[in-house]
């Protein structure tokens, strides 16, 4: 991965702010330099220069927290860097979720991760996704499996199985998105039909 940064701007160092690929919260603040780039992009795990011990440290290599890399990008002044990652446990030292006290916990934001997949499907069909061979099937074929999970979901909804009702929850939203996308909408557009619903 080559980044074109200003090192000699920052005189060396390089903030980079740490983000949730999935839920989009802002986990901690560090600094890097190109050594500790290079060592993030080669392991996979985000590295970063430790101002206070002077030397190379990457993030959980005592504590087992890790921050999986999912991507990195520079800013437009080429002096800070936006580092996106899946997190293994909590961030900060403190044991809080983040660096700035807020809880990470929510997993709603995965939709959007699921929501790029789902189109990717769709753009790049592959023969072994079952997401794929639904859009190849059309969207007659799309829109009776988002009915037949709405039946399933009902059915389940009488009984009191958290299980079996959970999974045909997780069903039908994963065919709703689907169907979504087959029509070419989106899910922020159906957000803007709510929101506007909200204020009314």
Aim: net charge negative; charged share 30%.
């Amino acid at each position: 991965m080559k980044l074109n940064i200003d090192f000699e701007k920052v005189n060396g160092l390089v903030p980079a702010i740490i983000q949730d690929a999935f839920s989009n919260k802002v986990l901690m603040l560090g600094y890097m330099n190109q050594e500790a780039i290079d060592k993030t992009v080669e392991t996979g795990k985000v590295t970063f220069f430790s101002r206070t011990k002077g030397r190379l440290w990457t993030k959980g290599e005592t504590s087992g927290n890790f921050l999986n890399l999912v991507s990195m990008e520079v800013d437009c002044d080429q002096d800070a860097l936006l580092i996106k990652v899946d997190p293994v446990g909590p961030v900060c030292h403190t044991g809080d979720d983040t660096c700035f006290k807020e809880e990470n916990r929510s997993k709603t934001a995965f939709i959007d991760h699921l929501r790029t997949v789902i189109k990717d499907r769709k753009e790049n069909p592959n023969d072994k996704s079952y997401t794929s061979s639904l859009f190849e099937k059309g969207i007659n074929k799309v829109a009776q499996k988002v009915g037949e999970e709405a039946v399933e979901i009902v059915i389940e909804a009488k009984d009191d199985n958290k299980e079996l009702f959970m999974g045909e929850a997780a069903d039908l939203l994963f065919h709703y998105l689907i169907l979504l996308e087959a029509k070419g909408y989106s899910l922020d557009e159906v957000m803007e039909v709510l929101m506007a619903r909200h204020k009314s």
